[in-house]
């Protein structure tokens, strides 16, 4: 930050850039890919990761594969289908890995609290977008690579039906 800039940066981001410049020259690349999955994401992706570790990559000189053990079958499955829109916010925050790999953890989660002994509810089906969501998403994606497309409508399409499911339900608490 430069003193006399336009542009405002609160105290509190100032100290947590400085603190997190510290303290990943003393981790270790683990633990830094586990630093970046975590602020890179969500509420819901913390609740389930389990443990994140870097992987060699499948070809010589390729960025790391990035490993994320999920608490269940069905969270692998879920973060899996996101796995284009996890690398783009990986990359976001200067996080390269040339892919992430979701695996079901062989060992339950630790809480605090009491353990729940009753299943999860089913997971919602996605509510379909409308024609004029589709087009948005079209016209979001039409800058990109031709490469990038397909996998980048599906993330976004993706996304915004979950919004749509979660806008619903807070529509119906109201």
Known sequence: MEFGSDAPESVGALMHTVVDQQMSAKMSANQRAAAAWYRANGDRE???TTG???KRPRVAGAAPILGVYVDSHAMATDFGVNKDLYLARLANIGCEVS?????????PRQTSGT?????????EPLP??????????????????TSLQTAASKAISLSKRRQKLEDTKNSKNA
């Open 128 to 145: 379909e977008l409308s024609a004029e969501e589709q087009q948005a998403v079209q016209l979001l994606v039409a800058d990109l690579p």
């Open 99 to 107: 892919g992430i790999e979701f695996l079901p953890s062989r060992r």
């Open 115 to 123: 353990a729940s002994t009753s299943a999860p509810p089913p997971a």
């Open 46 to 48: 913390r609740a389930h």
């Open 52 to 54: 994140v570790f870097l």
